[in-house]
């Protein structure tokens, strides 16, 4: 089993339509959790980090963490096809690896 | 430049053949990262580089795969003897500082990646 599961989509959603992305995890050490968004042929770019569980909002992003489930989510509203890419969640703790563990990511796109 | 350089972008060769995939890190940046990316497959852990410390190599998945970091700066990736298997995108990234140290709390800068296809 992974440490991250992710579902890999592809989801397909019209423009202007509220997304949900989520991973589930198994380590109960990881304290940080991040979301990269990867478009067609780039590396990965950071989009938001929480810490610990609660809520985390940046303008049409919202990160949620729920640690006792562990459980994240990843809310788009308003969707844009330029929101088209993929969405790959991480998390890393701070024991161990000095490294962060990735989702296998989930590919979204925005119909216009 | 101002991002992660990687070189080559595109690599197709023979099997049983050894590659080197080269990164060139943004300047200042102490911690360097690769990762492996399959078709489907999340980004999968290989090597992290920290300064002067010894590298963390738990990720590297057989010993045909090193890697080194010359002078702090550029790393080198080497697969010995390819396989298909090996066949994926090879994505080096950069920090400041270790994660979760300082005020890094994830950010890795990546480059565009090395396509490896192993014939």
């Known amino acids: 089993q992974k440490e991250v599961e992710q579902d890999p989509g592809p989801l397909s959603v019209p423009e202007g339509a509220i997304v949900s992305l989520n991973c589930t995890y198994s380590n109960s050490a990881f304290q940080y959790f991040m979301w990269y968004r990867q478009y067609s042929r780039k590396g990965p770019e950071l989009l938001m980090y929480t810490y610990s569980s609660g809520n985390k909002e940046d303008g049409r992003f919202t990160a949620q963490v729920d640690k006792s489930s562990k459980y994240i989510s990843l809310f788009i509203r308003d969707s844009q096809p330029s929101d088209s890419a993929t969405y790959l969640c991480?998390?890393?703790?701070?024991?161990?690896?000095?490294?962060?563990?990735f989702g296998s990511g989930t590919r979204l796109q925005v119909q216009p | 430049g101002a991002g992660v350089s990687q070189s080559p972008s595109n690599k197709v060769t023979e099997k049983g053949k050894d590659v080197e995939l080269r990164c060139d890190p943004i300047?200042?940046?102490?911690?360097l990262y690769w990762y492996r990316q399959s078709l489907g497959q999340g980004l999968e852990f290989l090597i992290y580089?920290?300064?002067?410390?010894?590298?963390?190599k738990s990720g590297l998945p057989s010993d045909r795969f090193s890697a080194e970091r010359t002078g702090g700066s550029v790393s080198t990736l080497t697969i010995q003897r390819t396989q298909q298997e090996d066949s994926a995108v090879y994505l080096c990234?950069?920090?400041?500082?270790?994660?979760?140290?300082?005020?890094?709390?994830?950010?890795?800068?990546f480059g565009e990646g090395s396509r490896l296809t192993v014939l």
């Open positions: 991480a998390m890393s703790a701070f024991t161990g690896r000095r490294a962060l563990t």
């Open positions: 580089f920290q300064g002067n410390s010894a590298p963390d």
């Open positions: 990234a950069s920090s400041l500082s270790p994660i979760l140290a300082g005020s890094n709390t994830g950010e890795l800068f």
């Open positions: 300047s200042g940046h102490t911690a």
